[in-house]
């Protein structure tokens, strides 16, 4: 054992900070009360900068997953035809999901691994007639890698204006810069247990003028997800049902904490991701995603031919660091380092330092201190790069 | 101020023991890991004698709403013949969540206040040609009345032996006997954040085999609360989705204190609930539902002529002592106390006696003691009741 509490490293749910923990356990209240009312509209308007939004955002009690149904049925009609630009498992469950509901996808697919390419989605979007809305991933957990979602958008406006752009922001919102409104997306959605440091259990939808008039004539069928029973419910400070109050707790914490934090949120991760990658390349894994597209939350590696994982992963556990597998088709191929939420520069040097150790007693050809000492290279050349002004 | 911590007497949320406070407040763990998988085995097996069923029960993240949604979702196809037998504002909701998703309903409207009856059910049932499925309400919450649900199934079974009995059992499950599987029930749903004592976020749906069989060729649409894909994860030990890991913590810790009172738990809420009557009526107030179909676990009683609700109510909340209002029809003419969950005989004493004082200081003809008197009274006679062997 290296610690006595683990060091969560899965791409969420992530650790809650102490304060976090303390807001999860406190009593409940009347969710149709004036201290409720308080805190969800504090949390609405405290979640807007972080999208990027002048528009409402819309609190759900469900999972992510449940978050892209919303974005889904709120907006389409059935037989609507939709382009669906995934890069990885949750690309795909964003499409299956308009797929079971009735749209006409068209898939385009992306290397996992890779990024989408502007003028790769510009030429599929151009090939559909009345396209209606397209499915974008910001931040692909199964694979690691982020889009740039704004040349994605002016590349798809260019061609399908009146196209609706529904965003899975699930994994890497809050933790990095994001404009939805300067990017003309329609409807982002992001999930509490990513970068809010909040237990899961609550999804959050940013909902734009023209989803909301979609919504108007939209046919899919909708009740416990519908976003305009929430919006007619904010108006008075409340949920439609009875919501997650004490996760809604956390994410008021959650945003709390990450308010005195400022601009220092989006450089943290920048710090730990840069770590995670040279640390992980110090000890010779090789990374999935390149560099340009990596994502700042979550990080994949290959797992090296002839390399027991189950065994190194057992070992790795043992120390009380854990890690996320791969998914889909990458199962068993791939490892995962999340690096979200209230993760520190501590948490990752300490689970550089975990798998460097398990590599060489297993056999790795590693020198003690290489990957720690990657890792630390790259905190302070990050810091340097990030105390210059831009 | 009576106290330092609000008495929340509202039909859920409800107040959370300090055990339970402490489970909300714990460390996240990977939802896909070991640690995880025990506690979703320990609650689904822990449910399942409070269902009265030895089928499979299924943990949704969503409110009670959600739950319903997938009670009708997962069975039903549009155009299904549906009868809803509803007394109040839950019961419509479960109507007009089978109408949104394209079910034929026909609507039995039992008079706010009163229980359905089971000969008006059998003749609705069998005046449905084709009937595929009945929508039943076991306890509603906007009016304080719990159906028989045990006869209603059996008068529907006479004429509609083949038709899906959905049963919302959200608000008075764990509180009251309940029987799933000798009642022949299909599909029945809960809320944690009622009997079971925990923060609000999960739902529980019981799922028997005709159930089950239904839903393989159940035509309307649905993904995040899609049972089966629930069922096949669990066979894992997992949720489909990242589930709400806070609140289950607490279903768990809910769980284990409800466990070890044993029948206690149910002889409670009836002495809790006798004593809210017994106490309600001796401040002149009218109760909405009649002795034989009173709910066990929230009771309305109408604002009397004359009385000014909001300032008598402000009183009664500076208290501490926190009610809830009417829904729907009854908004304005009722008031409704809560006594589930974490309920104790203490607490309710002490609202008992707030609504007493207050009722004196706003001019009601009211003898000190008179309600607490009859409370204790009921309490006393309850106990004694409880006590003789049947």
């Known amino acids: 054992m290296s610690r006595f509490e683990p060091n969560l490293r899965i791409p969420g749910p992530t650790a809650l900070p102490p304060s976090v923990r303390e807001a999860g356990g406190r009593q409940m209240v009347n969710h149709r009360g004036d201290e409720f009312r308080a805190m969800l509209r504090r949390v609405e308007a405290g979640m807007k900068p972080y999208f990027g939004t002048e528009h409402e955002v819309i609190l759900l009690t469900c999972a992510g997953t449940g978050a892209l149904e919303a974005a889904v049925v709120n907006v389409l009609s059935p037989g609507d035809p939709v382009l669906s630009v995934s890069m990885g498992a949750f690309g795909d ?7 079971v509901y009735g749209a006409a996808v068209t898939r385009l697919e992306v290397e996992w691994g890779e990024a989408a390419v502007a003028s790769d989605v510009r030429v599929a979007a151009a090939a559909i007639p009345g396209l209606r809305a397209v499915l974008l991933t910001h931040n692909e957990t199964s694979t690691g890698v982020t889009n740039r979602i704004g040349e994605l958008a002016a590349a798809i406006r260019e061609v399908a204006p009146d196209a609706l752009l529904l965003v899975d922001a699930i994994s890497a919102l809050g933790a990095v810069p994001f404009a939805m409104d ?9 999930g509490s247990q990513k970068a809010w440091m909040a237990a899961p259990g609550m999804a959050m939808a940013a909902v734009g003028p023209r989803a909301w008039a979609a919504a108007e004539s939209a046919r899919m069928p909708r009740f416990y997800l519908d976003l305009k029973r929430h919006r007619d419910s904010a108006v008075n400070g409340e949920t439609p049902w009875t919501p997650a109050v004490a996760v809604l ?20 991760h920048e710090a730990c ?23 700042r939350t979550v990080t994949a590696a290959r797992v ?26 990458l199962k068993g191929k791939i490892f995962r380092v999340g690096h979200l939420g209230s993760v520190t520069t501590d948490d990752v040097l300490a689970a550089i330092g975990v798998l460097e150790e398990v590599a060489i007693l297993q056999g790795l050809e590693v ?5 720690v000492t990657a890792a630390q290279r790259a905190l302070v050349a990050t810091r340097t790069r990030q105390a210059v002004p831009a």
Chains 1, 2 share one sequence.
Request: aromatic fraction near 8%; hydrophobic fraction near 50%.
């Open 93 to 99: 469950r964003f499409a299956k999901v308009a797929e």
């Open 182 to 190: 300067e990017w003309g997306l329609d409807l982002v959605v992001t």
């Open 249 to 268: 707790y956390q994410i008021d914490e959650g945003l709390r904490l990450m308010q005195a934090e400022g601009d220092g949120v989006f450089a943290r």
């Open 273 to 295: 991701a840069n770590m995670v990658r040279a640390g992980l390349r110090a000890l010779g894994f090789a990374l999935l995603a390149g560099d340009s597209v990596a994502s």
């Open 304 to 329: 090296p031919e002839g390399l027991d994982w189950k065994s190194f992963n057992a070992e790795v556990k043992a120390r009380g660091l854990v890690l996320a597998g791969g998914q889909g088709k």
């Open 367 to 371: 020198q003690p201190g290489v990957a």
